[in-house]
Nanobody, 125 residues
Framework: QVQLVESGGGSVQDGGSLRLSCSAS????????MAWFRQAPGKEREGVAA???????TYADSVKGRFTISGDNAKNTLYLQMNSLKPEDTAMYYC???????????????????WGQGTQVTVSS
């Protein structure tokens, strides 16, 4: 059974940094595409960053140059390094794995099968 557990969220000031982690189990890590999504109150869940099995990365325009997605196969863990955080980055952040539809965008919510429970990120001005 695939399980994804996020951690690393918290409260930071405008311009601060956080690193989110997503611990994966129940499958051979590195054999699946993975991604980070976020959902702010009253808004749709949106894709933030994705990483393919071959290491190819994709970012939403709103986070390009500020966020970096990476993975550690030895630790079965996906990361999201977030720098220069802004109040508009405030949201619940989720990791996702196993793309089921290669037609949909890597940042499309419907493209992934498994989801974690989320970790809250709050950026204050």
């Amino acid at each position: 059974q695939v399980q994804l557990v996020e951690s690393g969220g918290g409260s930071v000031q405008d311009g601060g940094s956080l690193r989110l982690s997503c611990s994966a189990s129940g499958y051979t890590y590195g054999t699946s595409s993975m991604a980070w999504f976020r959902q702010a109150p009253g808004k749709e869940r949106e894709g933030v960053a994705a990483i393919d099995r071959d290491g190819r990365t994709t970012y939403a325009d709103s986070v390009k140059g500020r966020f970096t997605i990476s993975g550690d196969n030895a630790k079965n863990t996906l990361y999201l390094q977030m720098n220069s955080l802004k109040p508009e980055d405030t949201a619940m952040y989720y990791c996702a794995s196993h793309r089921r539809d290669l037609v949909l965008s890597r940042l499309s919510r419907g493209a992934y099968i498994y989801w974690g429970q989320g970790t809250q990120v709050t950026v204050s001005s």
